[in-house]
């Protein structure tokens, strides 16, 4: 639903609430750029395609909404709990920005806000509390990789069957009932080697990032795109002291942890001789390619910065790039392809994957109803807005299941969790892989089975 009333004239104040008083809501360091707030004139065509209008109808809980809401604060209006209500309800899934016909680029606007937000605004001691312990775990991966025990025993055991059945959790915490809900099966995969050579003549080198909650808890995804690289004739580099990419903190307004992320891994990497960096997570792959800007006031990063920036690349829109010569045996399969945000608003990157999967023989590709529609994953979204993310799941595993596809794949282990989790709480059967993991079964011969079977 469109609201027309704002095509012409001030937008609905009541609609978006009272503002209450306190200092103006952005200091001078990056706010939202006023030039870019101009660029929206209020068309609404962003509307429909906005989880968060399409969940509540709310005009403030709009892309539309939300840019008002930042034309208020830089016109000196205050930071009000409710305006940072409306800013942290925001998915960051851009898909806003693909639907605007105008070019708004929202995603700078909200990195901006965020990041005012994050500095001025005092959180109570209880979002502080998830914040802190989130952002003391998630990026860090070898923290990460403590949890696979105990979480393998809790599984193993039918501890964890026994909660989920109980619905205990969900009532008295939500949020801890949502991170049990998306831990996913795990298995042990051994690491990859610092280098693994290319199989026949060298193509490229590529530098690879391993990531953290790829890394810890989908190490199989890992080992997959390291086989198809290497298979398409590249030198895979893996450096083990590589760190976060920052792209978490910097979707939460943290940019100074993101940048000290971005330049970590800079310096580890920008020695190496690599061609590209390679990057098999959406959410990482979109803040990477923006290096360039989190660093540009920095007079010691800025350039080696932007020619990082310059050698990212999705993994399927490498391997497009370079084209095939692995051979790729049949694969009688019925695939759900799902276009993770950060991978189709973020980077533009749709035809590639499609391709790949496509050019394997015996393999059926059926579209996903509403793909525009984020799955509610979005980073920490769903761990921090549990019960919205989790109707959110569950219109996209409905989607999913109905395509009556036995396997969905996509390039996001957000996602994966995110609509395993849903899909399973509907009582839906559907296996899930990583692109890398159906590329690697066709170019092994591993038959259908191997994917079916493994989550
Ligand atoms: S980024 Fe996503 S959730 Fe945020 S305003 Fe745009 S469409 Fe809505
Ligand atoms: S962001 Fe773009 S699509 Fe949305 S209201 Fe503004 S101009 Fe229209």
């Known amino acids: 639903m469109v609201d027309a009333t704002w095509g012409t004239g001030e937008p609905p104040r009541d609609v978006l609430g009272p503002v209450a008083g306190g200092g103006p809501a952005f200091d001078d360091d990056h706010p939202p750029a006023k030039e870019l707030i101009a660029d929206c ?34 016109n000196g209006e205050p930071l009000t709990d409710s305006m940072v209500e409306h800013y942290d309800t925001c998915l960051g899934c851009m898909s806003c920005v693909t639907a605007c016909p105008s070019g708004v680029k929202y995603d700078r606007l909200i990195e901006d806000t965020r990041a005012q937000v994050e500095r001025r605004h005092p959180r109570t001691p209880k979002e502080k509390a998830l914040r802190g312990a989130i952002f003391a775990l998630f990026p860090y991966p070898r923290r990460l990789r403590l949890l696979r025990g105990p979480l393998r025993a809790y599984q193993a055991t039918g501890l964890q069957r026994l909660i ?4 205990l959790l969900e009532r008295l915490a939500p949020t801890l009932a949502t991170l049990d809900s998306l831990a996913p099966r795990l298995r042990t995969v051994p690491r990859p080697p610092q280098r693994v050579p290319a199989r026949g003549p060298r193509r490229a080198v590529v530098g690879m990032l391993t990531g953290c909650v790829q890394s810890a808890f989908f ?80 007079p010691a990063y800025a350039s080696r910065a ?34 993770a945000c950060h991978l189709a608003h973020a980077q533009g990157i749709r035809t590639q994957p499609r391709s790949l999967l496509r050019d394997i023989p015996g393999l059926t590709l059926r579209e996903i109803a509403d793909p525009e529609l984020c799955c509610g994953s979005a980073g920490i979204w769903n761990v921090l807005n549990p019960e919205p993310a989790a ?64 989550r």
């Open 41 to 74: 004139v209020h068309c609404g065509f962003c509307l429909p395609t906005c989880p968060t209008y399409v969940l509540w109808g709310a005009e403030a809980d709009s892309p539309r909404g939300r840019i008002h809401l930042m034309n208020q604060g830089v």
């Open 391 to 454: 109707e959110l799941g569950a219109r996209k595993a409905a989607n999913v299941l109905s395509t009556g596809a036995s396997l969905l794949v996509t390039a996001n282990p957000g996602c994966l969790m995110q609509i395993a989790a849903a899909a399973q709480r509907q009582g839906g059967r559907i296996a899930l892989a990583h692109t890398a993991q159906v590329l690697d079964a066709a170019i092994r011969n591993l038959g259908p089975e191997a994917l079916l079977n493994a």
């Open 164 to 167: 989920t059945r109980s619905g």
């Open 219 to 298: 190490p199989d995804v890992n080992s997959a795109t390291v086989r198809v690289l290497a298979a398409e004739g590249c030198d895979v580099l893996i450096p083990p002291s590589q760190g976060c990419c920052g792209a978490l903190s910097v979707h939460n307004g943290r940019k100074a942890e993101a940048q000290r992320f971005a330049r970590k891994l800079i310096d580890t990497f920008e020695q190496t001789g690599m061609d590209y960096f390679v990057v098999n997570a959406a959410g990482c792959g979109s803040s990477l390619k923006e290096y360039d800007t989190l660093l540009a006031d920095d």
């Open 306 to 339: 932007a020619a990082f920036t310059a050698k990212v690349r999705d993994l399927a829109e490498l391997l497009h790039t370079l084209g095939p010569v692995a051979e790729r045996h049949p694969l009688d399969l019925t695939v759900a392809y799902h276009d």
